[in-house]
Structure formats: C-alpha cells, structure tokens
C-alpha cells in the first residue's frame, strides 16, 4: 500500500538556519507528492506540491524535488524564520488512490 | 472568502453520547474527507465522498457515519462516542480525488470522557 515516511521531529533551528525535513515514499503507479503546513490551532495549508518526476515545487522559500530514484520528496529552506514554527507533513496521492496518505509530520521549532 | 467552515470547534462528550460534527465549503469542490489528528500518528482518513451522493470508507471507519447532504456539506457522526475517539478532527475539500491539493478546515478538538 501507499506510505509516508518523515524524520522524526522536533527539529530544532536558529534563525537563518539551513532547513532540510526528509521524506521518503512507497507507492504503486506514479504518486503526486505534498507538503502541508500546520500552525499552532489551525488546519493544514498547502505549501507546495509536484506531479511527476523531476518537478520541483516551491513557495514562500520553500523547496521539494520529486526524485524517483530514491522515492523521496525532502523539504528545505535556505534560511528559516521563526514564524516558520509550525509542524510539516508530507503527503502522496497515488493516481490508483482516492484520498491523501499523510506522513506523521514533524514539528519545526525556530529560535531567535 | 470562506473555504471550509467546521462546527463546532470544541466539544466535550461523555462515553454513549451522541454528537454530529458539522462541515460545509464554498469552493465548489466535488470532492469531501474527513480525517483525525492523534498526536504521533498524523492525519487518518475515516470517511470520504468522491463526488456528490458517494461516500466510502477509509482507514480507520469505525464508530463513525458520514452523510453527504449535498455538494457543499459532509457530516460526520459519532453515534455512541467512547474515549478512544478524543481526537482532533478535519474536514478538507478538493476538486477531486487525484492530483488536487486539499483545503482543510481549522479543525473540530472533541473530548470524550
């Protein structure tokens, strides 16, 4: 079946740190690949996403690529804020699928 | 500029009662879910409708009914709730089932004692 699996949190930075969030996935077919963003007492917000190979999906600073190869879709960010605070979950759509395999997330802790 | 309105935001239930959680987009989405959010165990799909007049189940069904009322509202309910069903709840909305990221809610925080 379909999977997420993400690292382990908390993760824990300084501001202007480098952020990389890993991510690894098991699917059948050729899966889309999400990463959510949540923010403390609030629902999930789309941060970025790709649909095939290769893509590479960004937004307010933030970087994914869909590597095939070694079936992950890692997070990163050149240099963090601390309203970056929040827990961040990776997501696959299977084309086979019907709804959003979420990963366990991981909570992202910036410091000033 | 709503998007997916859930009520109620808090409940607190004793173990048997009944409750029904509320869920309504204004996106024209074809496409419902509801999900919950235990702490070290992410997001689990309980219910979904693919499209207006459909629902099936997903993950962890269990305890729970859904109802589709029409294209803009998915109801979930707890018909005897029981402890194990303290959770965070949301409800996202999408276009449709592949491919379309998800508008979610801000989430139900329901206690059951």
């Known amino acids: 079946g379909n999977s997420v699996t993400q690292m382990e949190g908390p993760v824990t930075l300084s501001e202007e740190a480098f952020l990389t969030i890993n991510c690894t996935y098991t699917a059948t077919g050729y899966p889309s690949l999400f990463w959510y963003v949540q923010y403390p007492g609030e629902g999930l917000q789309l941060l970025l996403k790709?649909?095939?190979?290769?893509d590479k999906g960004s937004n307010k600073g933030f970087e994914a690529t869909y590597r095939k190869e070694t079936t992950s879709f890692h997070l990163e960010k050149g240099s963090v804020q601390v309203s970056d605070s929040a827990v961040y979950f990776c997501?696959?759509?299977?084309?086979?699928?019907?709804?959003?395999?979420f990963g366990k997330g991981t909570s992202l802790l910036v410091t000033p | 500029n709503a998007g997916v309105t859930q009520t109620p935001k808090f409940q607190v239930l004793k173990t048997g009662q009944s409750m029904t959680l509320q869920c309504a987009q204004d996106m024209n989405h074809n496409s419902m879910y509801w999900y919950r959010q235990d702490p070290g165990m992410g997001l689990r799909l309980i219910y979904y409708?693919?499209?207006?007049?459909?629902?099936d189940k997903g993950e962890v069904p269990n305890g729970y009914n859904v109802s589709r009322l029409n294209k803009r509202e998915f109801s979930l309910r707890l018909e005897s709730a029981a402890p194990s069903q303290t959770s965070v709840y949301f409800c996202a909305s999408s276009k449709g089932t592949e491919n379309y990221g998800y508008t979610f809610g801000s989430g139900t925080r329901l206690t059951v004692v």
């Open positions: 409708s693919a499209s207006e007049g459909t629902t």
């Open positions: 790709a649909t095939k190979a290769d």
């Open positions: 997501a696959l759509n299977s084309n086979s699928g019907y709804a959003l395999n």
